[in-house]
């Protein structure tokens, strides 16, 4: 834990201060570039991006995780149209030295996203995603992709808006976001060595982000449940959630210390099942 707290004491104070100027400023990088932990979903899902050192006083398996994604600035089409068509493309790389959990990859795709033009306060859309993934750890590259349809609402309690506590200027606010969609993989030794497994499922995803407290304490829940239709090869029901505490020091909302959980079946680990707790060092732009 000692160096748990050496980590979070070199990298977390300086980050705040680093936090509180760019809250203040409006640069390039700001305007161009997203950073966040995956974009699985709609663009505008608050998932800070996560580092993780871990000490193990009962062995010698200390470990690091790493979870990025960056996201290049969007270009929109059909915006006179009242249609909006949203594209950008994603880098992502996850890393974890953890015995029981390794994974190295890094990937890069394109991501869509299309908006009906209706009147309608609560709005269809439709969610894309392809990509393409390099496993560092096995030496093999894996192909998903990921098709998904979603609401966007205009009035309180509908998915995308953003509700608070009877006051427009308060930052006690939260959203969510539901999803049903298809996803495709193509995942080299996922049960037997040298065969690529071709792997799809129809799953139901629910993403729910409140904030607690103004600029302050944010909790984050991510749920899914895949069913497979492709294989026998692993279980049919994949269920998986992450849940995450996050505080943010100092008045900003760009670098905090977060406490996750994870509990199922992760595709980054190929569908093993996983049960883990960590503390992180987080920032989203």
Known sequence: MKVVLKYLITFVLPGITFGQVVEKKTTWFKDN????KTFDGSKNENKPATFSLYENHKSDNDYINADVAIKIKEWELFEDSGTV?????????????????????????????????????????????????????????????????????????QPGYKWRFDNDGADYRGTYYPYLGYEYNEIPDLVTEGTTEIMSAIFFRVFLEHWFSPKSVQVTIDGIYRNL?????????LPLINIALNYYPGNQSHISIGLDYKNGYDPDSKFTHVEITSLNLKFNF
């Open 33 to 36: 570039v997203s950073i966040r």
């Open 229 to 237: 239709i492709s294989t026998n090869a692993i279980k049919n029901d």
């Open 85 to 157: 068509l949203t594209l950008f493309p994603v880098a992502e790389y996850h890393r974890s030295t953890n015995e029981n959990d390794k994974k190295d990859k890094l990937s890069a795709g394109l991501n869509t996203e299309f908006y009906f033009g209706s009147k309608w306060n609560l709005k269809p859309y439709l969610l894309s995603n392809v990509a393409f993934k390099r496993n560092f750890m096995e030496g093999i590259n894996e192909i998903k992709y990921v098709g998904q349809i979603s609401l966007f609402g205009t009035k309180p309690g």
